[in-house]
């Protein structure tokens, strides 16, 4: 079966522009959360969806969205880039929503902006 | 709210020798405790997870973990460490918030696992 999978790999981006990211989540998982890891801390949670409802945020400001389609897909937003927002962007998906079901990462997209 | 703090920024070790990994948590509902792997330039793997069942939790690639509530810690431990365990282990702890919605993933800052031949 086919794990998470984001694309694109990596993005090369200037400031003040905008960007979005998209995750497929495992087949039959419901929830997809997104994370941000800037290099050489652990990931920080962004949002969790789960049946296309927000269901979590974190501590991020607004200029950061997303969204779930039907699919289960989702789409991370971030408007106004600022340099700052160089990372990696993980998607993490699992079955349901709930904080004793384990996530599954993808293998995240690099984001670089200039 | 939910902290996790991973005591030691880099832990070196020979191979064959055993592996401790020390985590601490803190959170304000029952929470469930994860450990993850990052091979360099891999995604995260999960090694192991306790949701308030076994204490003793058995993971892949023989690591275990024990879940000590009256000390908040949840160390990741392996007898025998090998070559291939070199990576960054991440302490995660997940719980859901006042408002009964979920607080995501909290991670630790990782530890680095050096193996030495």
């Known amino acids: 079966d086919a794990g998470v999978t984001q694309s694109p790999t990596h993005l090369i981006k200037t400031r003040g522009q905008h960007v979005t990211l998209r995750c497929s989540p495992i087949?039959?998982?419901?929830?997809v959360s997104w994370y941000q890891q800037v290099l050489g801390q652990g990931p920080q949670f962004i949002f969790q969806?789960?049946?296309?409802?927000?269901?979590g945020r974190g501590n991020f400001p607004d200029r950061f969205s997303a969204r779930q389609f039907p699919n289960y897909s989702s789409e991370l937003n971030v408007n106004a880039l600022l340099l700052g927002d160089s990372a990696l962007y993980l998607c993490?998906?699992?079955?349901?929503?709930?904080?004793?079901?384990?996530?599954?990462f993808g293998p995240g997209t690099r984001l670089t902006v200039t | 709210a939910q902290s996790v703090t991973q005591l030691d920024s880099h832990v070196s070790v020979s191979e064959g020798t055993p592996v401790l990994l020390r985590c601490n948590y803190s959170?304000?509902?029952?929470?469930?405790l994860f450990w993850y792997v990052q091979h360099p330039n891999k995604g995260l793997q999960l090694l192991l997870k306790?949701?308030?069942?076994?204490?003793l939790v058995k993971g892949i690639n023989g690591f275990e973990a024990e879940f000590k509530k009256s000390e908040t810690s949840f160390h990741l431990t392996k007898p025998s460490a090998h070559m291939s365990d070199a990576a960054e282990y991440f302490c995660?702890?997940?719980?859901?918030?006042?408002?009964?919605?979920?607080?995501?993933?909290?991670f630790g800052k990782g530890t680095h696992l050096i193996i030495q031949p």
């Open positions: 969806y789960y049946e296309k409802e927000e269901r």
């Open positions: 995660v702890v997940s719980s859901r918030n006042s408002g009964g919605g979920a607080d995501g993933l909290t």
């Open positions: 959170s304000s509902y029952s929470p469930s």
């Open positions: 306790y949701t308030s069942a076994a204490t």
């Open positions: 087949s039959g998982h419901k929830s």
């Open positions: 993490a998906s699992s079955l349901e929503a709930g904080p004793s079901y384990e996530q599954y």
